[in-house]
């Protein structure tokens, strides 16, 4: 059979035609919009991730056209491929909307909420899905887990008790790099992120699993606690990297790049692996063919003060006035002692301490 | 012509009557008002030595709060700064050193922490929006200057006085205000 099979699915009484062997999440998705079903675990370019966080459990009304009978339970829709005349329902359904804030629920019971310190906030998937479809409250009374700090070298920065063991850094180290020495140890609620022996993540490629990462566990060590991300201004840029596309993500704040990454589709999802090069060496503008500011959903506060097609009015004064410049009441920087401009706080190795300011 | 509303009111030209004429009587009747007030309750305020007591709702200068140990509640996660409707209030955030847990509460801090208060509107957002009840606005004015380089306001001019070293003057920077208390 030359030609493939095209399978009909209805979701949330959306038809759409699928080639078979497609998973109800990436059909869901290719319909877009609130019919996709949220992923914490799943990614669609890591082989194998998926099944475990349970955030896309869908109910499936009508199994097959030959098989009409209900799913028995709710499904996980990144496993299940669909049948032709498959009805699934995702927000339509109330069991789907219960089931999905139950598994909030349990994704938050250990997790420190310490989104004001998180350098993930305002771009974590975790605290995206429990707004949209967590409860306002926990009902769990006990000591949240703690674990022993891990140092996993100068890039990457880990904090295990924000982790929902997705293992998607695990598949990103076994598909993307040359060798995986990070893994999961233990089991049930003893399961950690670490490398056996105190190991430094320092492989290339290793830096994309601050991208892959869905909560703040895993994020950058040369941007810890440099800014927040929605102060940063999201550019398009590229470089003629030999390792890897050099297509990135960078935020600036003025000129100083603070943060590089790879850029991310609708769904948070990589477009194309980046290089620690790219990721943790390359801080100069100067490194890098800027394209142009990203496009940013204007629901995501990333995108707060990005004034996209503002026209900024030509400054008149100096041509009115023969040329005399208006006359500066105060310039911010003698007395403000933030945002200095002959201090870059993004060359600093990793976070900045109280001896980075003491002069 | 039909008047637009009924409240107009037809100017009486009528001749003064005799007693009208004397303007005696209605100089009698102002003089009944103006010292009837002297037997009314006083509404000045005589302000040094008097002060009037603020409304529970007033938002005055803003205070950065500190925990019952004396160590800075700011994690400077910038979530006043996004809700500031007048962009004031700028910070530079730092990673606390071993040795500091008694300074910071966590272990990040806002080592640098300003308040343009010739841009702050005083409409207590960021109050609103801080999630650690480290800033809150107080029950004082900020105090005029006469340069415009004075109203920058460091954190060291916002920090409220250490709760452990000087309970007095922690105890009137927070007033009377009831403030929530953090878990």
Known sequence: MSEQQLFKVTIDNITIEVPAGTTILEAGRKIGGEVAPPAMCFYSKLKGSGGKCRTCLVEVSKGSEKDPRPMPKLVASCRTTVMDGMEVKNITSPKVIDARAGVVEFLLLNHPLDCPVCDQAGECHLQDLSYEHGKEGTRYEFQRRTFKKHDLGPYIQLHMTRCIMCFRCVYTANQVTDSRVHGILDRGDHAEIATYIEKSLDNDFIGNVIDVCPVGALTDKTFRFKNRVWFLKPMDAHRDCPKCSGKVTLWNRGNEVFRVTARKDEWGEVEDWICNECRFEKKQTTDWVIEGPREISRHSVISQGHYVHSVIPTETFAAVNDGRKPHLLLDIHDTSGVNKPDIDLSKINGPAHSNNFSS | ?183
């Open chain 2, 1 to 183: 012509m039909q008047a637009l509303t009924n409240r107009a009111k037809q100017v009486e030209r009528a001749q003064m009557s005799f007693i009208e004429q004397l303007y005696l009587w209605n100089i009698l009747k102002g003089m009944f008002i103006t010292f009837g007030h002297m037997f009314k309750k006083q509404p000045t305020i005589r302000y040094p030595e008097q002060k009037r007591e603020f409304s529970p709702v007033f938002r005055g200068l803003q205070v950065l709060n500190r925990d019952e140990e004396g160590r800075e509640n700011c994690t400077a996660c910038g979530l006043c700064a996004v809700a500031c409707p007048a962009e004031a209030i700028t910070m530079e955030a730092a990673e606390r050193l071993p040795g500091e847990e008694k300074l910071y509460k966590e272990e990040k801090y806002a080592a640098k922490y300003e308040i343009n208060m010739l841009r702050c509107i005083f409409c207590g957002l960021c109050e609103e929006a801080c999630p650690k009840d480290a800033i809150y606005l107080s029950e004082t004015f900020t105090p005029a200057d006469y340069a415009r380089k004075n109203f920058i306001y460091k954190k060291n001019d916002l920090l409220i006085p250490n709760p452990v070293t000087d309970p007095k003057g922690f105890a009137d920077a927070r007033g009377s205000k009831v403030i929530r208390t953090s878990k």
